[in-house]
């Protein structure tokens, strides 16, 4: 079932075919069904049908899978214990499930739930941890999230330092360098909005300049970096 499992959702990469991503939840949900609960690696076959749900809700707007995405990952939190490396892991993808669902909802209580979870697995997390950096990339962005819905000055001045450590541990050839250049400078540019500091507007430019350096043409943050840099020069002539 595993491989059966792993060649709809492989399939599914290549042809956007959803019928291949449905198929992929359906055998999954099968080898759930048989695995008992004390099997050490039922905790991330559940996780993994959570990011298959997920997928699928991103792609066919069906609000009910990031529900279901959320009810499967924490049942994978509660099958694992303190101490557990796993638990790490399970309580991370259920923080980013929570973010999920506020990208589809807008809830503001979902994105509060996923800032609470994600500082508890930051502040847990052992030094030298090498998931930490995707961690606090996480919490930031989540943090970073919070600000559209609120004014709190507080949010966009502890997402920074967040965002910057991740954006610095990131090589420059990794593909995820773009979002975290475009995400950072974002809120550089929102607290130069709040406080009117020079150097945080010369930055967010800056920032969004090696974004831009950074992307292909074909890359999906590109236009965010563009508009960014437009809106950020914008400002500082202001």
């Known amino acids: 079932l595993d491989c059966l499992c792993g060649a709809y959702h492989k399939r599914f990469n290549s042809s956007g075919n959803l019928q291949d991503l449905d198929g992929a939840i359906t055998t999954f949900r099968i080898a759930i069904d048989i695995i008992p609960n004390d ?16 997928l699928r ?34 309580l991370t993808a259920l923080g980013e499930r929570f973010r999920n669902r506020f990208d589809v909802s807008g809830v503001l209580s979902d994105i509060e739930r996923a800032i609470e979870i994600l500082r508890e697995v930051v502040q847990a997390a052992s030094a030298g941890d090498p998931g930490q950096t995707r961690r606090r990339r996480l ?10 819905c609120s004014e709190e000055i507080e949010d966009i001045e502890s997402s920074i330092p967040l965002m910057t450590s991740a954006m610095e541990q990131t090589p ?11 995400t950072l400078g974002y809120l550089l540019m929102r607290q130069f909005e709040r406080l009117g500091h020079l150097p945080d507007i010369h930055r967010s430019i800056s920032l969004y300049r090696r974004g831009i ?22 400002l500082r002539f202001q």
């Open 39 to 54: 099997d050490e690696k039922k905790p991330g076959y559940l996780v993994y049908l959570g990011d298959l749900l997920t």
């Open 213 to 234: 350096e950074f992307s292909s043409p074909k890359d999906a943050m590109r236009p965010a970096l563009i508009n960014g840099l437009g809106n950020a020069l914008a």
């Open 57 to 90: 809700c991103i792609h066919s707007s069906t609000p009910e899978d990031m529900d279901e995405a959320i009810s499967v990952t924490t049942a994978a939190v509660d099958l694992t214990s303190d101490g557990d490396p796993a638990r790490l892991e399970c």
């Open 139 to 148: 919490l930031a962005t989540a943090l970073a999230q919070r600000t559209q």
């Open 172 to 182: 420059d050839g990794d593909p995820a360098k773009p979002q975290y250049l475009q």
